[in-house]
Every structure is written in structure tokens, then in C-alpha cells.
């Protein structure tokens, strides 16, 4: 072989080589992102699955003394798997995050608060993002996580297996562990700032309300599986669990009620497009 036509073949093995390389590292860096859609940090708590009463306590009194029915998730016998849930409620921090590494504009905040009185609310950082369903949703898909079930939200709020029978999340005076009507100056605060509950996760009473993935469709909850239930297939209205800081928590003399609108049994069906400061989100992920 003359010497032209082996430096030509050694010029042309070294081309294969790079390109080789670069191929590599392209696919290298695909899996890398399909692996980890979203770089953002999060505290997780993990829930031990186990068997639990859902919709243990099926009415709610209210500071009124009235009764309310067809509020609270179905009384069943429930299996639930392993997951992680956050600790916190997401903040406006981590959604500013997701929408400025997805190339998404940050919605403008409410103009009014739940009484209807023009408050303007501006983002803060450490407070709970105001987010549409649609929202938590995609937030959730980003953060390699999900919203979580109806189920799987209140087996954790109640305590999961470290529970102690409190009938709220974490104690049974909601202004232990919640921001409610009686301690929250008619507005929601900042995450993680009273008593967590069992598992250590914070605000799952009061606060904002908070998105599962599950759609609100009553007649057809006896048709999920009993085993990490999924909710109904369809509906008009999202749910939400844990009401919010808007309402009371105590009687007419001034003492916790027994069963009141924050227990972890409530859940309330909106429009998956509804934004206003009861309403904000939690992740859960698979073990």
C-alpha cells in the first residue's frame, strides 16, 4: 500500500471515530434528559403504603352547626403502594423555575381573594403557587413526579402508617397545623411554617387548597379499583383536598370542632381552569 492511501485510511478512521463520539454523547445527553426532566429541588417524604378507611368520617359540621353530605371522598376499604409526596406545598420559587426552564410565561397572580376584595396579590417566593389544575399537572410531568391521588393524598395526610387517629393532619386543633379562618389574617403564608403532621409533611390542613390528579365524578366512584384507586375515569370537576385558610375552625365558644370542613376526608370539585388564593399543589412520585 502506498503511502497516499494509508494516510488517506487513517484520516478517514479518525473521522468515524469523532462522529462515533459525537453520536454517543448526543444519545448519552437524550437519556439523560428523559431521565431527568426537571433539576429542581425538592424535599420528598415517603409514604409506606398500607390499607387504610378512606372517607372515614362522612359529615362535616360547620362553625353554623350545619350538616353537610356528599363532600367527603367514599367510605371504602383502601390498599395503597409505596410513594413520595413533597413536604411542602410547590412555591412560587419552584413553578417560577419550571416556567423559565420550559420557556413558559409565569401566569399573573389573582386580582381578588376569596371574600372579593381587590388585593392585587403579587408573586412571593416562599408562598404557594396559585395554579390552575392544568397547571399542577404539567409542573408535576416536569418534576418527574404526578399529582397525587385522592387516596393517596389523604392516607398521607392522615399519617399513613405512623398515624395517631388525629382527625385533622397532624392534630386535632386545626390551628396547630394549619393556616385557617382563626390565625391566618384572611390570607395564606408561606409553606412549612406550623406543626407537620406524623410523616413530617407540612400545610396538608388549611392553607391553600390543594389539586390531586383525580377527576370528581361521584357516581362512578364505586367502579375504581380498591387497590391504589385512580379516581373516575372522567368528569366536569377536578378535586381538591384540604380547604384552605378561608374557613372557621371553632364553635361559637371558641373550641375546635370535633368534625370540621378541614378534615382530610373533604374534597372539593372545581374547574380544572380555576386560579384564586385557595388553591395550590403538592407532587407525589412512585417508589
Given at each position: 500500500?502506498?503511502?497516499?492511501?494509508?494516510l488517506?485510511k487513517k484520516?478517514q478512521?479518525?473521522?468515524?471515530?469523532?462522529?462515533?463520539?459525537?453520536?454517543?454523547?448526543?444519545?448519552?445527553?437524550?437519556?439523560?434528559?428523559?431521565?431527568?426532566?426537571?433539576?429542581i429541588?425538592?424535599?420528598?417524604?415517603?409514604?409506606a403504603?398500607?390499607?387504610?378507611?378512606?372517607?372515614?368520617n362522612?359529615?362535616?359540621?360547620?362553625?353554623?352547626?350545619?350538616?353537610?353530605?356528599?363532600?367527603?371522598?367514599?367510605?371504602?376499604?383502601?390498599?395503597?403502594s409505596?410513594?413520595?409526596?413533597?413536604?411542602?406545598?410547590?412555591?412560587?420559587k419552584?413553578f417560577?423555575?419550571?416556567?423559565e426552564?420550559?420557556?413558559?410565561n409565569?401566569?399573573?397572580?389573582p386580582?381578588?381573594?376569596?371574600?372579593?376584595?381587590?388585593v392585587?396579590y403579587q408573586?412571593i417566593?416562599?408562598?404557594?403557587?396559585?395554579?390552575?389544575?392544568?397547571?399542577a399537572?404539567?409542573?408535576?410531568k416536569?418534576?418527574g413526579?404526578?399529582?397525587?391521588?385522592?387516596?393517596e393524598?389523604e392516607?398521607?395526610?392522615?399519617?399513613g402508617?405512623?398515624?395517631?387517629g388525629?382527625?385533622?393532619?397532624g392534630s386535632?386543633?386545626?390551628?396547630?397545623i394549619?393556616?385557617?379562618h382563626?390565625?391566618?389574617d384572611?390570607?395564606?403564608?408561606?409553606?412549612?411554617?406550623?406543626k407537620?403532621?406524623?410523616?413530617?409533611?407540612?400545610?396538608?390542613?388549611?392553607?391553600?387548597?390543594?389539586?390531586?390528579?383525580?377527576w370528581?365524578?361521584?357516581e362512578?366512584?364505586?367502579?375504581?379499583?380498591?387497590?391504589?384507586?385512580?379516581?373516575?375515569?372522567?368528569?366536569?370537576?377536578?378535586?381538591?383536598?384540604?380547604?384552605?385558610?378561608?374557613?372557621?375552625?371553632?364553635?361559637?365558644?371558641?373550641?375546635?370542632?370535633?368534625?370540621?370542613?378541614?378534615?382530610p376526608?373533604?374534597r372539593?370539585?372545581?374547574?380544572?381552569?380555576?386560579?384564586?388564593?385557595?388553591f395550590?399543589?403538592?407532587?407525589?412520585?412512585?417508589?
Amino acid at each position: 500500500m502506498n503511502t497516499y492511501l494509508w494516510l488517506r485510511k487513517k484520516h478517514q478512521s479518525k473521522i468515524m471515530i469523532k462522529k462515533s463520539i459525537t453520536i454517543l454523547f448526543g444519545l448519552l445527553l437524550f437519556i439523560s434528559c428523559k431521565q431527568h426532566p426537571g433539576t429542581i429541588e425538592m424535599d420528598w417524604v415517603f409514604v409506606a403504603g398500607g390499607t387504610f378507611e378512606q372517607g372515614k368520617n362522612q359529615i362535616i359540621i360547620s362553625p353554623k352547626g350545619d350538616t353537610i353530605t356528599g363532600f367527603t371522598s367514599p367510605n371504602r376499604m383502601v390498599e395503597i403502594s409505596d410513594f413520595y409526596i413533597s413536604k411542602c406545598e410547590i412555591t412560587v420559587k419552584q413553578f417560577r423555575e419550571f416556567c423559565e426552564k420550559t420557556g413558559r410565561n409565569m401566569p399573573d397572580p389573582p386580582i381578588e381573594n376569596a371574600h372579593g376584595k381587590k388585593v392585587y396579590y403579587q408573586w412571593i417566593d416562599e408562598n404557594p403557587m396559585l395554579a390552575t389544575w392544568d397547571e399542577a399537572n404539567e409542573f408535576a410531568k416536569w418534576a418527574g413526579g404526578r399529582l397525587p391521588t385522592e387516596a393517596e393524598w389523604e392516607y398521607a395526610a392522615k399519617g399513613g402508617k405512623k398515624t395517631k387517629g388525629y382527625r385533622y393532619s397532624g392534630s386535632n386543633d386545626q390551628t396547630e397545623i394549619g393556616w385557617v379562618h382563626e390565625n391566618s389574617d384572611s390570607t395564606f403564608h408561606a409553606t412549612g411554617l406550623l406543626k407537620p403532621n406524623e410523616l413530617g409533611i407540612h400545610d396538608m390542613t388549611g392553607n391553600v387548597s390543594e389539586w390531586v390528579n383525580d377527576w370528581y365524578n361521584p357516581e362512578k366512584d364505586s367502579m375504581v379499583s380498591l387497590k391504589n384507586p385512580q379516581g373516575p375515569p372522567d368528569g366536569l370537576y377536578k378535586i381538591s383536598k384540604g380547604v384552605s385558610w378561608f374557613y372557621n375552625t371553632r364553635d361559637a365558644h371558641g373550641n375546635p370542632l370535633k368534625y370540621g370542613i378541614h378534615m382530610p376526608e373533604v374534597r372539593y370539585q372545581s374547574p380544572r381552569d380555576t386560579r384564586n388564593d385557595g388553591f395550590g399543589f403538592r407532587i407525589a412520585k412512585n417508589k
